[in-house]
């Protein structure tokens, strides 16, 4: 298998097990101070787009990561008989090639590799070096309507489905006493609000030249993966029920195409960061203006 089938045959394996493995109780892990977005032991950098969810899948108690090398740079080392996780990387490749003319041209071009990585919780003896300095604390998630009034979302509530409307840009939600917790409506509105970063005047995102008869499963694979970012990044228990359906379709869609999974975790890494940002931004501008007012 190339890089691709190999990723992407990771996460139909996660899928055969009926339940999304990223829907984790994030409220649960961030209280006991754990991170909800895997991250690289050495850096703190979070892991994005299809790394999160390969790491996701593996249930570890200790989300932070290492290679098999950089465990023993830290005095310590894998414990004998663990298994690692593959995520990826992007190696930029400059090549020569010839127009049509015939005349040479410099490109440029992404390639894909794997590195295989183990949680610290498969190591001992690491000594992480001391972090150059804390970040700063996340303030308390919130609230949706607090999201919709930032992103000057269109919402109206009623009726008996979720769905975004592009025709009308507009998300329409049941009642929020139609959910079993805030939490569920939560993440509902973070999935219907993954869809509205696709409108074509936001990110513009469209896969029915790529996709075709699944361009629909590609959208809702977004839009899942999507609100499972922001429900990580937000605090938002994110432990729904899935319809059989989607299933069905991921796995179509998977087997149709190897790199379906890493398009769409890409596509709804692009949405959470969009929704993020919008919802950072406002509470920015009142530090700056006190910078400016010093």
Not at 108 to 136: N, R
Not at 166 to 184: G, L, W
Request: proline share 6%; with cysteine; glycine share 6%.
């Amino acid at each position: 298998m190339n890089n691709y089938e190999r990723i992407t045959a990771a996460i139909q394996n996660e899928l055969a097990q009926d339940l999304p493995p990223w829907r984790r109780p994030w409220r649960t892990l961030r209280a006991s101070g754990a991170s909800g977005i895997p991250q690289k032991a050495i850096s703190g950098r979070a892991y994005r787009g299809v790394n999160a969810l390969l790491l996701w899948g593996r249930q570890d108690i200790d989300t932070r990561y290492v290679t098999y090398r950089q465990a023993q740079e830290l005095g310590g080392y894998v414990r004998k008989g663990e298994h690692g996780s593959q995520v990826v990387f992007w190696q930029k490749r400059h090549y020569t090639a010839r127009d049509e003319s015939g005349e040479e041209e410099q490109r440029d071009s992404l390639l894909m590799k794997v590195y295989t990585v183990f949680s610290l919780s498969q190591c001992e003896h690491i000594t992480l070096p001391k972090a150059k300095s804390d970040p700063a604390p996340l303030p308390p998630p919130p609230t949706i309507a607090m999201v919709y009034n930032t992103l000057r979302t269109r919402i109206e509530h009623g009726g008996d489905h979720a769905c975004f409307v592009p025709s009308q840009d507009k998300v329409i939600m049941p009642r929020p006493e139609a959910f079993s917790s805030p939490d569920a409506y939560a993440a509902t509105a973070l999935h219907e609000l993954t869809h509205w970063t696709g409108h074509e005047s936001r990110l513009n995102r469209q896969f029915g030249k790529r996709f075709g008869d699944l361009a629909y499963a590609a959208e809702e694979l977004v839009a899942e993966i999507g609100s499972a970012f922001l429900c990580a990044a937000l605090g938002v228990d994110s432990a729904l029920e899935h319809h059989a359906s989607y299933l069905a379709h991921w796995k179509q869609l998977l087997a149709a195409d190897s790199r379906a999974v890493i398009t769409a975790a890409s596509k709804a890494q692009a949405a959470a960061d969009y929704v993020l940002a919008k919802i950072a931004a406002p509470a920015a501008a009142p530090a700056e203006a006190e910078e400016a007012a010093a």
